[in-house]
């Protein structure tokens, strides 16, 4: 009779202590990337750069199918965004400044053409701002980002479809910058 009591009073405790562990998470899930008006043969690769981080993540090669102007990627990443980590610090430090780009997730798209020389070609770039997900309340889930060519700046050269789960973690990076800059700007 003892142990259903305590596992019903240890149930609680675990699902708190799971979600206080996704809350210092932030994921990053990549599915699709599909060209604009072209067809293409080779693959291409993701470049994940997040704020803050000295080495970008990259998706494995995706072969385009076979229409061409499709790649179906698998790359899904958590990262550390908890008190005290890389992350999360360059975060706190760009929801106090007046550059919401400070806070932008870039994903830069390489193609790698099928079996010929050269290597990768660096196709454009999507941004995603995390400050923006906090600013609208929510996560991004299988979101159509446009990739601009000329590193971002240039004609729409694709979509890539990504989900961002990083609400949570946002909200408690929020938190602490805030309460920071309150504790200084209180002494």
């Known amino acids: ?71 179906i990627l698998i790359f899904e990443q958590l990262y550390e965004a908890g008190a005290g980590s890389v992350l999360a610090q360059a975060l706190g430090d760009a929801l106090v400044t007046s550059q919401s780009t400070d806070s932008e997730i870039l994903f830069v798209v390489f193609h790698v053409e099928k079996d010929g020389p050269g290597g990768e070609a660096e196709l454009g770039m999507a ?15 299988n979101v159509a980002l ?13 979509e890539l479809v990504v989900t961002v789960t990083a609400l949570q973690a946002m909200r408690e990076i929020y938190k602490a910058a805030m309460g920071e800059e309150d504790d200084a700007t209180s002494r």
């Not at 446009?146 to 694709?158: E, M, Q, R, T």
């Open 1 to 71: 009779r003892g142990l259903p009591a305590m596992a019903s009073l240890l149930r609680p405790k675990a699902a708190a202590a799971k979600r206080a562990f996704a809350q210092s998470k932030i994921k990053v899930k990549l599915s699709s990337f599909t060209l604009a008006g072209e067809t293409r043969t080779g693959s291409v690769i993701v470049e994940v750069d997040m704020p803050g981080e000295d080495e970008p993540m990259r998706a494995k090669p995706a072969p385009f199918k076979t229409s061409g102007s499709k790649a």
């Open 127 to 141: 941004k995603l701002s995390l400050e923006g997900l906090l600013e609208a309340g929510k996560d991004a889930s």
């Open 146 to 158: 446009p990739v601009l060519g000329d590193s971002g700046n240039g004609a729409k050269v694709g």
